[in-house]
């Protein structure tokens, strides 16, 4: 990381993640009313969809663990991190309460088997979930410390934000990319021979550019390179050994972490929706990330029960369809 870090041109790399995507070709006539909506800014849409990511990783500790199901259940206790605020959040940003958030992780957890314990010997806790929720947004300026935004800063910020979208295999996925691409970047500047010219051009570096060639190479690559550039909405939760931690000693059995694009809609509007979803997800180790495609608010009201499997939807893909009129 540090090479990637200290180079000179890191900045100018991190340009590629948000490089504007090509016009999409005009719509059929009998997809007219759908294409019109689907451009209308989410903020003038009463309820709009929304792009959710959920990981789960698990360390080798928990894949030694039994499975979990609502016939087989483990009891925890939940305790809160808090709140927190990544990156430059706008000023007017505003949440949910932290009884509402552990309320809804406690309703979802559910799904997957995992029940709050009530301090009952029938009911003996061996987790303890600690969550914490939030914003990670883009930089836009620097600090204190450091008042120039910096090439290091502008890196740091992607790949923290890119392992709440993807989970830590992504971001080091990410990371050797942009490595990649720092490598190339240096080699097109070095001096041609005399008379010669230079070996990659702009044209050449924009197609070979690895992170590029990432995004091409599938709709599920080009979404979560861009939900990574930009600002999301996110819930983590982590379960440990709570035996371990009463002995003061940190023993994680598995990380949740969930995400939704933030633009035009707030967290008060998209959390619940978001934990909600993430349920059947909670604990089961999953090779990749899950995409899926949901309305902010579940028939225009916030109404949480016991969470359900829902089918996925690759948000990327549905650029490429037709969808359905929506049900009013």
Known sequence: MNSFLRSSVSFALTTVLFAAEPAPSAPKKEEKSEWVFSLLPKTFQKNPRVDLTVITEMTPLGKKLP???PAKPVYYIAQSAGFQQRGHAPGHEKTLKEAEIERLLVRSLATSGYLRADGSPAQP????IIYTWGSHNLLTEGDEENPVLSGEMVARNILDRA???????????LLKLFEEADSLALASRATPPPGGESVIGPAQMDFLNPVNLF????????????QTANDVYYVVASAYDYGALLRKERR???RTRMTVAAQGVSQDQTLP???ATAGPYFGKDMPEVEILSRRATPEGKVEIGEAVVVGTEDPAARKKAKAPPAKK
């Open 215 to 226: 995004r091409r190479s599938s709709s599920k690559n080009d979404f979560l390179v861009d």
């Open 163 to 173: 392992a709440l979208v993807g989970g830590e295999r992504f971001a080091a996925q």
């Open 67 to 69: 499975p979990v199901t």
């Open 125 to 128: 806790v061996s987790l303890a």
């Open 273 to 275: 929706t978001l934990i």
């Open 252 to 254: 994680l059995y598995w």
